[in-house]
């Protein structure tokens, strides 16, 4: 599930994240350091595609061969890297695996 807490847009099919950088220590950074109180992500063309299928109720296999369907042999190697892809997007918060 992509969290609904994460505001993101599509632009000629590239997805941004807008991640807001919240907390006294982002606070703290954004006067000191000048840190934007927003973080845009832009994904890659398959990082983009792939956020476009998360619905909750897709797997990873089912989202790797709709990649496999538009990348081919690009995505080589396909669920190790969708495995990855996922992983990383968990780590930030920016995903829920159920």
Known sequence: LRNEKISWSVE??????EIENKGIWNTLFQKVLKKPRISYIHLDE?????WLLIDGEKSILELGKEV???FGD???PLYERLAK???ILESYHFIMLK
């Open 74 to 76: 690009e995505a080589k």
């Open 12 to 17: 000629d099919g590239q997805v941004t994240l």
């Open 46 to 50: 398959m990082g983009s595609f792939v």
């Open 85 to 87: 892809y996922f992983q």
């Open 68 to 70: 496999e369907g538009r």
